[in-house]
């Protein structure tokens, strides 16, 4: 019989335990060794039944086996100690607190998704997990963070194959009552509700949702109410589902209800109103415009463009994708058809448009864009890896006409992995061993020198058994899936070998990933696969998109290789990939593969998870490898394209086929003739030295710089503090310097077609200028009823490419040398001529003022 209606019965913890039930709702476990162990030594079986979820596992626990343990007095001080220790590490301060009054009380980070654990799926893939690791770092920093998302009713699918080899999805219901979450409630206990009104007279109304991660909390917004009707409590129903107009939805219900769930938990909970907006990704958008619409309703009563100033002087805003295809767009019409239902009052519906209009070359003016809204809301942007920032400014410079691609504000920060989450338990006990080192973070690990070499040989070996234990039951179960019985499946008991160079492949299967890159040789792989003296094998897991075809087939292909009897002993696909497989999997593999279309890969942080563990890396350049690879810590995957420096866009039809026919011959090439020969090193030596002395340089290299604390402290000082500063000084006086800058801004802008440069000389220079000349440069310029203080005139010189372009241009300062009348006038400076061979120089204006963030700010420019 199916039951009519499910709920939860809480478990009554006696008092000696109380801390359990603390213990479970925070978080923090996720992460915190100490507590998963203290669980699992309740039980160990129910712990595995639980799939080592402690919200899960608490309600298993039988009442008498509940009084046993209470009358326990070692298990209750255990309890006790950690309850405590929780308690202090919620409390302490900790590095931002070290930062004192200068910098934000609190900020809010947006993000469609959140990949914190297995037992709360609200991620696909690399955003959402990047989105967790950045609340959990934020958290042992001390940052005082606020996370903002969506709480998806199925989350994202779950992937399973059928027997000829092809994803199948399936969306098992999350039950929010048996998950770590606590929903927000009014003082006299009623659900907190955010509410958006909708065109036809409709609305969406959504609950709030709190997950504790550490000291950060998390808020979920959830449509799936009873006063919604049934298509509002759809909205989020699944990550990444349905059209676009359900997306339009869920980006809606993310930004603008995102807001107004924060200001609602402010109220609540007595915290600080955020003083920073941070914007992950496109999807959250919004956030913006409900944020105008609140500076305009207030008392202050600000127009349009004073609030916009105001809210993008405080918003940070990071794109993770280099490629225009992954960018969200939807057409005009439907975004104006949302607003005129009164989403935001007195606020201009053509403004709204005009923020997401593709105003450059190439621009389609009837689809609204994401990203350029997220990049006009926000006064500073940054791509996740320094090449990304370089893709980045490309893709948007049309933003920006006139200033050089590397004058386009959009900087970088490099992504990083939280480093208590990836690391396996082994390692860090190694480090507490050897050094008192606590984690990989510890500045000790750079002793990972002094590490005996049979040691760090023998710790790889335990992991990678412990891997090769977790994919012979993942198989096993994945193959009972495809239809074949235990009697089939004797075989998977001896799959894979832990003794054998083990290489691991797994991420989202998109076509510019290239899954199936390993099989463009089949027979050059079996051969590699199946070699007499130094194997490989390969463990290999991901993801397509549901309406992708060509990563399915993808999929498809790869698993079919797999299941040849001839090799499925040493190359394996697990399906449904996610974060409890991906704990051995890190560790377990020897090297890391990563072999995307450069430069289409925006960071990539699986590799970091491996290094963190002592993996190597064989990549392509792209993303976070090509800033941090050096040679010691793997091995850099040579590209064919010879568009890959930077532009975002990749080779297509028989130039892409012949570019992947050598890409994968590389790759190749480097198992054959120099990973597997290192790994297996010499018969007269057991442990290979060469290949151990990688592993320690990576953990004690590489392992601090891709920590999530890392890439934290950089959003904190590169972006939040400026950020805070910048929004704290526009609201001064009840925003006066927010209304002048509109108004700076507003003149700039009627008045700047105007301006130009009349007239460049450069008197006494000699036909034959040296190495150390000075070059006196005179500007005559028109400042078209502007006057010198609204702007910025320098003169740029350099080395002259074939073309005339200036080459690594050094930038001088003009001043005012006289006043010509009629708005003109004469700016004057120095160069000195640093260098030999061909030299040039130019002249251009452009708008300054102390609340501008860059040059480049206002996209005006006027040159000689």
Same mark, same amino acid.
């Given at each position: 019989?199916?039951?009519?209606?499910?709920?939860?019965?809480?478990?009554?913890?006696?008092?000696?335990?109380?801390?359990?039930?603390?213990?479970?709702?925070?978080?923090?476990? /996720?992460?915190?060794?100490?507590?998963?162990?203290?669980?699992?030594?309740?039980?160990?079986?129910?712990?595995?039944?639980?799939?080592?979820?402690?919200?899960?596992?608490?309600?298993?626990?039988?009442?008498?086996?509940?009084?046993?343990?209470?009358?326990?007095?070692?298990?209750?001080?255990?309890?006790?100690?950690?309850?405590?220790?929780?308690?202090?590490?919620?409390?302490?301060?900790?590095?931002?607190?070290?930062?004192?009054?200068?910098?934000?009380?609190?900020?809010?980070?947006?993000?469609?998704?959140?990949?914190?654990?297995?037992?709360?799926?609200?991620?696909?893939?690399?955003?959402?997990?990047?989105?967790?690791?950045?609340?959990?770092?934020?958290?042992?920093?001390?940052?005082?963070?606020?996370?903002?998302?969506?709480?998806?009713?199925?989350?994202?699918?779950?992937?399973?194959?059928?027997?000829?080899?092809?994803?199948?999805?399936?969306?098992?219901?999350?039950?929010?009552?048996?998950?770590?979450?606590?929903?927000?409630?009014?003082?006299?206990?009623?659900?907190?509700?955010?509410?958006?009104?909708?065109?036809?007279?409709?609305?969406?109304?959504?609950?709030?949702?709190?997950?504790?991660?550490?000291?950060?909390?998390?808020?979920?917004?959830?449509?799936?109410?009873?006063?919604?009707?049934?298509?509002?409590?759809?909205?989020?129903?699944?990550?990444?589902?349905?059209?676009?107009?359900?997306?339009?939805?869920?980006?809606?219900?993310?930004?603008?209800?995102?807001?107004?769930?924060?200001?609602?938990?402010?109220?609540?909970?007595?915290?600080?109103?955020?003083?920073?907006?941070?914007?992950?990704?496109?999807?959250?958008?919004?956030?913006?415009?409900?944020?105008?619409?609140?500076?305009?309703?207030?008392?202050?009563?600000?127009?349009?463009?004073?609030?916009?100033?105001?809210?993008?002087?405080?918003?940070?805003?990071?794109?993770?994708?280099?490629?225009?295809?992954?960018?969200?767009?939807?057409?005009?019409?439907?975004?104006?058809?949302?607003?005129?239902?009164?989403?935001?009052?007195?606020?201009?519906?053509?403004?709204?448009?005009?923020?997401?209009?593709?105003?450059?070359?190439?621009?389609?003016?009837?689809?609204?864009?994401?990203?350029?809204?997220?990049?006009?809301?926000?006064?500073?942007?940054?791509?996740?890896?320094?090449?990304?920032?370089?893709?980045?400014?490309?893709?948007?410079?049309?933003?920006?006409?006139?200033?050089?691609?590397?004058?386009?504000?959009?900087?970088?920060?490099?992504?990083?992995?939280?480093?208590?989450?990836?690391?396996?338990?082994?390692?860090?006990?190694?480090?507490?061993?050897?050094?008192?080192?606590?984690?990989?973070?510890?500045?000790?690990?750079?002793?990972?020198?002094?590490?005996?070499?049979?040691?760090?040989?023998?710790?790889?070996?335990?992991?990678?058994?412990?891997?090769?234990?977790?994919?012979?039951?993942?198989?096993?179960?994945?193959?009972?899936?495809?239809?074949?019985?235990?009697?089939?499946?004797?075989?998977?008991?001896?799959?894979?070998?832990?003794?054998?160079?083990?290489?691991?492949?797994?991420?989202?299967?998109?076509?510019?990933?290239?899954?199936?890159?390993?099989?463009?040789?089949?027979?050059?792989?079996?051969?590699?696969?199946?070699?007499?003296?130094?194997?490989?094998?390969?463990?290999?897991?991901?993801?397509?998109?549901?309406?992708?075809?060509?990563?399915?087939?993808?999929?498809?292909?790869?698993?079919?290789?797999?299941?040849?009897?001839?090799?499925?002993?040493?190359?394996?696909?697990?399906?449904?990939?996610?974060?409890?497989?991906?704990?051995?999997?890190?560790?377990?593999?020897?090297?890391?593969?990563?072999?995307?279309?450069?430069?289409?890969?925006?960071?990539?942080?699986?590799?970091?998870?491996?290094?963190?563990?002592?993996?190597?890396?064989?990549?392509?350049?792209?993303?976070?490898?090509?800033?941090?690879?050096?040679?010691?810590?793997?091995?850099?995957?040579?590209?064919?394209?010879?568009?890959?420096?930077?532009?975002?866009?990749?080779?297509?039809?028989?130039?892409?086929?012949?570019?992947?026919?050598?890409?994968?011959?590389?790759?190749?090439?480097?198992?054959?003739?120099?990973?597997?020969?290192?790994?297996?090193?010499?018969?007269?030596?057991?442990?290979?030295?060469?290949?151990?002395?990688?592993?320690?340089?990576?953990?004690?290299?590489?392992?601090?710089?891709?920590?999530?604390?890392?890439?934290?402290?950089?959003?904190?000082?590169?972006?939040?503090?400026?950020?805070?500063?910048?929004?704290?000084?526009?609201?001064?006086?009840?925003?006066?310097?927010?209304?002048?800058?509109?108004?700076?801004?507003?003149?700039?802008?009627?008045?700047?077609?105007?301006?130009?440069?009349?007239?460049?000389?450069?008197?006494?220079?000699?036909?034959?200028?040296?190495?150390?000349?000075?070059? /006196?440069?005179?500007?005559?310029?028109?400042?078209?009823?502007?006057?010198?203080?609204?702007?910025?005139?320098?003169?740029?010189?350099?080395?002259?490419?074939?073309?005339?372009?200036?080459?690594?241009?050094?930038?001088?300062?003009?001043?005012?040398?006289?006043?010509?009348?009629?708005?003109?006038?004469?700016?004057?400076?120095?160069?000195?001529?640093?260098?030999?061979?061909?030299?040039?120089?130019?002249?251009?204006?452009?708008?300054?003022?102390?609340?501008?963030?860059?040059?480049?700010?206002?996209?005006?420019?006027?040159?000689?």
């Amino acid at each position: 019989m199916k039951a009519i209606r499910r709920f939860t019965v809480r478990t009554v913890l006696p008092d000696a335990l109380e801390p359990l039930g603390r213990l479970a709702a925070n978080l923090r476990w /996720s992460w915190h060794r100490p507590t998963l162990r203290l669980f699992e030594e309740l039980d160990p079986h129910l712990w595995q039944q639980s799939r080592q979820d402690p919200v899960s596992f608490l309600p298993m626990v039988s009442g008498e086996r509940l009084q046993q343990l209470a009358e326990d007095p070692d298990v209750v001080a255990h309890v006790q100690r950690l309850g405590a220790d929780l308690d202090t590490y919620l409390d302490e301060p900790a590095w931002y607190q070290s930062l004192g009054s200068n910098a934000p009380a609190s900020i809010a980070y947006f993000s469609p998704e959140f990949g914190i654990t297995a037992a709360l799926p609200q991620y696909s893939g690399g955003l959402g997990i990047l989105a967790g690791d950045h609340l959990k770092a934020a958290s042992d920093l001390g940052v005082p963070l606020i996370g903002v998302g969506l709480l998806y009713q199925a989350g994202y699918f779950r992937q399973s194959l059928s027997r000829d080899a092809w994803q199948q999805e399936t969306y098992p219901a999350i039950h929010r009552d048996e998950v770590p979450l606590t929903l927000l409630r009014e003082a006299d206990g009623t659900p907190a509700q955010v509410r958006l009104p909708l065109p036809d007279g409709r609305q969406l109304l959504a609950r709030i949702w709190r997950a504790d991660v550490g000291r950060v909390p998390l808020l979920l917004l959830d449509s799936n109410v009873p006063d919604n009707d049934e298509a509002a409590r759809g909205v989020t129903d699944r990550l990444y589902g349905g059209g676009g107009e359900h997306r339009l939805q869920q980006e809606l219900l993310l930004g603008m209800g995102g807001v107004k769930a924060l200001r609602v938990f402010e109220r609540l909970a007595g915290v600080p109103a955020p003083e920073v907006f941070h914007t992950n990704e496109g999807h959250a958008g919004f956030l913006g415009v409900e944020r105008i619409r609140e500076l305009m309703d207030s008392p202050v009563s600000l127009s349009w463009d004073e609030a916009l100033a105001a809210t993008r002087a405080g918003t940070v805003f990071t794109t993770h994708t280099p490629v225009p295809a992954g960018i969200d767009r939807f057409e005009r019409d439907q975004i104006e058809h949302f607003f005129n239902a009164g989403l935001a009052p007195g606020v201009p519906v053509e403004s709204v448009l005009a923020l997401g209009q593709e105003t450059y070359t190439d621009g389609d003016p009837a689809v609204f864009n994401m990203a350029v809204m997220g990049l006009r809301l926000a006064q500073r942007a940054n791509g996740v890896a320094k090449l990304h920032g370089q893709v980045s400014r490309s893709m948007f410079a049309g933003l920006w006409p006139g200033f050089d691609q590397a004058e386009v504000p959009i900087g970088s920060i490099t992504n990083g992995v939280h480093v208590p989450t990836w690391v396996d338990p082994e390692i860090t006990q190694l480090a507490k061993e050897k050094f008192g080192a606590g984690s990989i973070l510890d500045p000790e690990w750079f002793r990972a020198y002094d590490v005996d070499d049979a040691e760090v040989w023998q710790l790889r070996r335990n992991l990678r058994g412990k891997l090769i234990e977790d994919v012979r039951r993942r198989l096993r179960a994945a193959w009972k899936e495809r239809g074949l019985s235990d009697a089939e499946l004797s075989w998977t008991d001896s799959v894979l070998d832990p003794d054998v160079l083990t290489i691991g492949f797994a991420r989202r299967v998109p076509t510019y990933k290239r899954l199936t890159l390993m099989l463009r040789d089949p027979e050059r792989l079996k051969a590699l696969l199946l070699h007499p003296t130094h194997p490989i094998q390969l463990v290999i897991a991901g993801k397509s998109h549901p309406a992708d075809e060509q990563g399915k087939r993808m999929i498809q292909d790869l698993v079919r290789f797999t299941d040849d009897p001839e090799v499925r002993h040493r190359i394996v696909f697990l399906p449904n990939y996610d974060i409890a497989m991906a704990r051995t999997l890190f560790p377990g593999c020897d090297v890391w593969l990563n072999n995307p279309l450069r430069p289409l890969e925006a960071c990539g942080t699986s590799g970091m998870k491996a290094a963190i563990n002592g993996g190597l890396n064989l990549s392509v350049l792209d993303g976070w490898w090509d800033e941090m690879y050096d040679g010691e810590n793997g091995w850099a995957i040579p590209t064919a394209d010879r568009n890959s420096a930077g532009t975002g866009q990749a080779l297509t039809g028989p130039e892409a086929e012949h570019r992947d026919d050598i890409e994968s011959a590389a790759l190749y090439d480097l198992l054959e003739n120099t990973v597997s020969p290192r790994f297996y090193g010499t018969a007269s030596d057991p442990v290979p030295a060469e290949w151990v002395a990688m592993i320690k340089h990576t953990l004690a290299k590489l392992g601090p710089a891709v920590s999530a604390e890392r890439m934290v402290q950089e959003y904190v000082q590169a972006l939040y503090q400026p950020a805070w500063s910048a929004g704290r000084a526009l609201q001064a006086d009840g925003y006066a310097p927010a209304k002048e800058l509109a108004y700076y801004a507003d003149r700039v802008k009627t008045r700047w077609d105007s301006v130009l440069v009349e007239h460049v000389e450069s008197p006494g220079i000699n036909e034959s200028p040296q190495v150390g000349d000075t070059l /006196s440069i005179r500007a005559f310029v028109n400042l078209g009823g502007l006057s010198p203080d609204d702007v910025c005139v320098e003169a740029a010189h350099g080395r002259l490419s074939g073309s005339d372009e200036l080459a690594d241009a050094t930038l001088e300062r003009l001043t005012v040398s006289e006043d010509l009348g009629s708005g003109r006038y004469l700016y004057a400076g120095d160069a000195i001529l640093g260098h030999p061979g061909a030299f040039g120089y130019t002249v251009r204006i452009f708008p300054m003022h102390e609340s501008l963030a860059s040059k480049a700010e206002l996209g005006l420019v006027a040159e000689a």
